[in-house]
């Protein structure tokens, strides 16, 4: 089963604009973990947040965490055409050695 | 500095056959983990391996093995496939040390016909 649930399911925006995914999960984490995905591709890392940190930036990345919502989101500023992929968020168990994938928010970003 | 290589790139395979997918590391790493991912969804865990030995498991059947080479190296074996296990095969490298970003190769898409 998938520990994570992005929402929304797919987000088309103008390039310039900025893009906010959101992610859920069910049990307590040890961190939360952002990753991309080109089509046909595998996943690339873009930030980890750990589970007693609230906010985290990288670039053009903004990632929040409320362990008390059991919810994190992934900002993206001005978008470009090229962020266009899919996005993941995966989630470290407190316990264990496994990531867990929600099922990914499409984001089209046309220019 | 290689990243993660898996080979092959494509397979097609029927059922009722058996298929064995192998991975390379990146450089430096030491656990490997392996992921299947359908299409339209998140990659779903199959099984982490260190130290030569399966550390953790997901939720899939005894059909599905692996194994880690001293060089770090792994192999995902399937036997006895099914229509259902279509999908892109993906492995992931990282550090032994628990809950870092794992390094993604761009994974085997097996086609089961």
């Given at each position: 089963s998938q520990q994570g649930e992005e929402d929304p399911q797919a987000l088309s925006i103008q390039e310039g604009e900025n893009a906010t995914m959101n992610c859920s999960y069910k049990t307590s984490i040890n961190n939360l973990q952002w990753y991309r995905q080109n089509s046909g591709r595998g996943l690339v890392h873009l930030i980890l947040i750990r589970s007693n940190e609230r906010e985290k930036h990288s670039g053009r990345l903004r990632v929040t965490l409320d362990t008390s919502k059991k919810s994190s989101s992934l900002l993206i500023t001005a978008?470009?055409?090229?962020?266009t992929a899919s996005y993941f968020c995966a989630t470290y168990m407190e316990y264990g050695n496994k990531l867990v994938f929600g099922a990914g928010t499409i984001l089209r970003v046309k220019s | 500095d290689a990243g993660v290589t898996q080979s092959p790139t494509h397979l097609i395979k029927t059922r009722g056959q058996q298929v064995t997918l192998r991975c390379s590391p990146k450089s430096g790493h030491d656990t490997v983990s392996w992921y299947q991912q359908a299409l339209g969804q998140g990659p779903q865990f199959i099984f982490q391996y260190y130290e030569e030995e399966e550390r953790q498991r997901g939720n899939?059947?005894?059909?599905f093995s692996g194994h880690q080479f001293p060089n770090y190296s792994s192999e995902l074996n399937v036997n006895?496939?099914?229509?259902?296990?279509?999908a892109l095969y993906l492995c992931a490298s990282s550090s032994a040390a628990g809950g870092r970003p794992q390094h993604f190769g761009d994974g085997t898409r097996l086609s089961i016909l």
């Open positions: 978008s470009r055409a090229a962020d | 899939f059947p005894d059909r006895a496939l099914l229509l259902g296990d279509s």
